[in-house]
């Protein structure tokens, strides 16, 4: 501590390299990690982050605290941000690493009601809504500053391991612009946040491309129920008979056998004049996979699952999936979404 009371400061790049050594830390001991990597200028680029950033500038309560939470949003500093219902919970880096959490109330229910009526007829689809393409007027019903979807200031209750005696200290503050930055890659956060069902703002049922009820599996429900725990050192091979009949089927596929007396020759290797040896085939090492839009769309479309069930393999929502295939390049994914991309990946490479 200075001699006027306040912690001593410290560089961003010393906050930084601490931020990943802790990062490390807490990943070496099993906690998933999540942090918050804004790229560029901008906290959010997209409807829904842009309008939590504006709705929390808007309160003149927070005018003090927020710019340094951007700044500290912006260098890196936070660590970890996880978002579920009613509840944020994040991990900054400062002169220590402190926790953050902040518990936001479920949308009052005759605020929602209202909201419904308002939107009726005017949103078309599920995608529509989570990638912003709304009317100006439904633009104004979600984002109005009392009546909309985003929290009031006294309907959030924010704590901080830090010092500060503020009510919302930079830490807090830049946990909330981390949420804004979040909901650019998952607007669906903001319902599970205010414990309200997405699909209740659209003016009729509509399905996405893949959610209805189709054929079964190509996989089959009993394999692909193992596809995510499957061992990948192990391969699975089917029974030893139909292997080898197989094998026979296609080696004699197109081939004329050569007759000396009643026995068959055994192929040999001219170069060697040897028969050539039959061992078992290296496995081949499964590629990296790399998650544009287009491959996760032929990956779901090669497992032959429909929208919901791929959703529910990977852990994440319908429309999360629906908005990565339409995503033109690399998608943002968090780690558990990509190793369950990656596992399913591997496994469909192994089948051929």
């Known amino acids: 501590m200075s001699r006027w009371g306040w912690a001593p400061y410290v560089p961003v790049a010393t906050r930084k390299a601490r931020a990943r050594r802790e990062m490390e830390k807490l990943r070496k001991k099993g906690k998933t990690i999540h942090p ?4 560029g200028r901008l906290m959010a680029r997209t409807f829904w982050g842009k309008g939590w950033c504006s709705h929390l500038e808007s309160f003149s309560d927070y005018e003090n605290r927020l710019p340094r939470g951007r700044t500290y949003a912006r260098n890196g500093s936070v660590c970890h941000l996880g978002i579920s219902a009613g509840k944020v919970e994040g ?25 419904k009526r308002s939107c009726s007829g005017r949103i078309g689809s599920l995608l529509e809504l989570l990638q912003g393409r709304l009317s100006d007027e439904v633009m104004t019903i979600v984002t109005n500053q009392k009546q909309g979807l985003f929290p009031l200031p006294g309907e959030m209750s924010l704590a901080c391991t830090c010092p500060d005696w503020a009510v919302m200290c930079k830490h807090v503050a830049a946990v909330l612009y ?20 997405a699909s209740e703002l659209i003016s009729e049922e509509v399905s996405l491309p893949g959610l209805e ?8 429900e009993g394999s692909l129920g193992d596809i995510f725990g499957i061992d990948m050192d192990e391969e699975v091979l089917p029974a030893s008979s139909g292997k080898k009949a197989s094998q026979s089927k296609t080696r004699g596929k197109g081939k004329k056998s050569v007759k000396t007396g009643s026995a068959k020759k055994s192929p040999v290797n001219k170069a060697s004049n040897k028969a050539p040896k039959i061992g078992k085939k290296k496995k081949p090492v499964p590629e990296a996979f790399v998650p544009t839009g287009a491959n996760i769309r032929d990956l779901r479309s090669q497992a032959g699952l429909s929208v919901s069930r791929f959703a529910s393999r990977i852990g994440v929502t319908p429309g ?12 943002s994914l968090h780690d558990s979404c990509f190793k369950a991309l990656q596992k399913l990946h591997n496994v469909l490479s192994k089948q051929g």
């Open 36 to 39: 918050v990597d804004i790229q």
């Open 178 to 197: 981390g949420v804004g930055n979040r909901l650019d890659s998952e607007p669906e956060l903001l319902f599970l946040l205010r414990g309200v069902e």
């Open 320 to 331: 999360s999936v629906y908005r990565w295939e339409k995503t033109e390049g690399k998608c």
């Open 213 to 220: 009820s189709g054929p079964e599996d190509i996989l089959g």
């Open 91 to 115: 991990i900054v880096c400062g002169t220590e690493m402190y926790k953050v959490a902040i518990s936001i109330k479920k949308l009052d229910r005759e605020k929602w009601a209202s909201i």
